[in-house]
């Protein structure tokens, strides 16, 4: 069997089974496979499979119409600039996460070594791109899963920055140093009823330690807020994403621990996501 015909056969299952973007899909899976960029296997259509490569190759599509999302099976996922290790302990980073990047960046002079500190780190995806653009910024980034601060460490490590970042496996309640210029953070937002809605490539497979916020949503959002009071310096700034649909009890939150807002971003979709605040006492 070709690239050609393995793409083909491929597609069709993929579609049979619903799965979205399944042209795309079984390139990746392919290239994924082969070892070859996926631009090259387009241009060598023709070239023969190993009967190894193919057994391969059926064994990822069957995780596929199984809901898994690509970046699992492909075990990275790109963000900002940057490519970053995706499994299943880490919630998949999004685009709509670089508003927090973009937010970050306006508050981070390029000559001047700023501390900052992420809260809840994930891959580690957010404290890298902000590391790898503003090398003079000092950068701590903690997490309550330890599984989580080992994929962060594995992508500072890719990215040469294993010395640069100080990765703290701890819950945001017992953290205690202080004095930083910035806190940034994307905790888990999502209300217990949004879980139950969500698609199954979220749901099922995404860890519930990093999407759920509780019942309401802002159990993580409130905890963050409330300890970034304590620990950032006077006129320190906060960057936080939310949910859609959490802007206002967020304005709340933020205004009863003595935040200024300084304005709201808003995602790709044109909807609330992203919070500047500055701690002004």
Known sequence: MNYNQILKKGENFLKENNIKNSCLDVELILSKVVKIKREEILLNVNNKLKNSDIIKFENYLLRRIKKEPMAYILGYKYFW?????????????????ELVIEEALQYLPNNKSKNILDIGT???CIIISLKKERPKCRATAIDISIKAINVAKTNAKI????????????????YKSNNYDLIISNPPYI????????DDDIKFHEPKLALSGGFDGLRDLKKVIKKSKSLLKISGKLILEIGHKQKNQCLKLLNENKFFIN???????????????????
């Open 191 to 198: 209300s217990s009823v949004e879980l139950s809605r969500l």
């Open 263 to 281: 304005r709201i971003s808003k995602d790709l979709s044109g909807k609330d996501r992203c919070i500047i605040s500055t701690k002004l006492q």
């Open 159 to 174: 990215h040469q920055l294993e010395n640069k970042i100080n990765f703290i496996n701890i819950d945001i309640d017992k």
């Open 122 to 124: 994930g891959t580690g």
């Open 81 to 97: 600039k940057y490519k970053f290790l995706t499994n299943k302990s880490v919630l998949i980073p999004r685009p709509d996460t």
